[in-house]
């Protein structure tokens, strides 16, 4: 992989504030501490001390400058003197200060660089990090705050036509582990976050990072503000579609050079300094110039249902940009799914034909012969009867979803299909997984089995009719969430311990990688408190 190339970026020098840095000191310290896993204190707590360290970033991003040089200088020990247990926790914690902080150095950026390609030369799983980050890397330096407006764009689902990536996280939990009381806070908890991250607001976010990213020094980022603050929202939404086509072109053109990505930033700045009403710079909010980063979407549900996961999912890649579709397509679809007889099994392929309803052997020679025509023998030879469609299903309409979600994309030639009814031959579009979606399911061994089950039902309808898995691509999570025990004697102990354990597969996955264990066991230990 080539070097860096270097720009003509300024580089801002990071404030220092010897308090804060110490305390981050002290956090990196702790989580090595608890990393190494010697330490019976750390036993209870484990993975609540990286979250915490995030939480201080999301508080004031800005000082993460500070962090990302205590991180940096950490890692690049932990590389040399062969502590790797340290290095892919620091490592996703790093990156997600990266996103989170603006103006980060070039000189971090180029030691954070060189050390993920160090990484290439380690076995898996650190090579294939160190090269997913390193390209990174090299994108956000080219065309800075591009990380930043991807990862918004496709986690709040922004409309834009030049990223149409989304991410979307659907939380799965068993109603049997589960009481009434605690869905209801996470549902609440869920929909609170989600009120207070609007999309006018998210777009606001990717304008003003873009910007001041870009501009660095040039941009009046609180004059800034408050002039996006009074825009009513087609205007929100015109900049923010033009600021995401800057950057998309930008990181996607290889000829693509710096300074014609500041001057169409600097046209979008001007523009909206023009439009601005006399008072905004006077009337600009005082206080910290910090960007938050906003939660992504998340969507909670009781796992009652065994084709909720292919619902959902269907649902979740429904076409957004055809007007006439949008409003009833949700219905058609759940709809759709109420067909009598269908189970986890169904045969999509057979609904997707047409059968000919037929009486008779369909042969002209087997029909009575009418009163007033003699039999003859030339009309005894083999003739088809013409039948009667039967009317299609309403999933029928998944193929149309199919073809109307890539009607921008191109279709390459020499792969053929031929429609059904049809004889002409038609290439295939090409379809790239433009989406993702992280399920994560709790519970007990038993919503394994369930996820199991639904994977293989869903693995089954894609091998007849291939909707999902073309343009999504589908990551599993499991936090391990058992009932609490009461208190009993001594023989029912005995007794109980000859029986599975209800989370014996979560145990042997701690076994096997043990860097999820440390998240999970965190997790399971708080949810289990609030059963």
Known sequence: MDMLTATSRGSSTAVENPEVESDFLRSVHALLRELDGHHPAFQSERGMLRWTLHKKIDRTPSNGVLLV?????????AERCGYRQYIIPLLHTLMYTLVKAPSIPDDLYERVYCFCKKLLTFPKPYCTIGLHYARQLKLERTVPGILYQR????????????FAYQEKVFMFADPNLL????CRAIATEIKAARTSQCPRSCMIYVIERSLQEGLKEHCDFKTLRAILQEKPLDVIEHCFQQ????????????????????????KIYSALLSTSGKGVEEAAPEGSPDIPLPNPQISFHLWTDEDQLWKELVLFLRPQNQACVEDSLS?????????????????????ARFSVLSTDSGIERDLPVPDDEAPEAEHSRLQRKGGVKKRGSTLDCLPLLQTGSNGQEAKPAGKLHRKCGSSVMEPIAQIQRLH????????DDRVLGRLVQA??????????????TPRLKVQFYYVPLMEEQPSSCPMEESALADQTEPCELAAYLGRVDPCPRLQAKLLSQTCSSWM
Do not use: C, W
């Not at 205590?70 to 690049?76: D, N, P």
């Not at 600021?243 to 930033?265: F, I, K, P, R």
């Open 455 to 468: 994977y293989y039902s869903l693995r089954k309808r894609e091998s007849r009719r291939a909707y999902l």
């Open 151 to 162: 990862l918004v764009s496709a986690e709040q689902s922004l409309k834009n036509d030049s």
């Open 179 to 182: 009481s009434e009381a605690v």
């Open 331 to 351: 219905q058609v679809l759940l709809d759709s799914f109420e067909i009598q007889g269908m189970g986890p099994d169904f045969d999509g392929s057979e609904q």
């Open 69 to 77: 040089k205590i991180l940096v200088k950490e890692l690049e020990r």
């Open 243 to 266: 600021v995401v086509a800057a950057t998309e072109h930008a990181g996607s053109d290889v000829n693509a050079e710096y300074n014609q990505y500041v001057e169409e930033l600097e």
């Open 436 to 443: 993702k979606a992280q399920v994560v399911v709790l519970g």
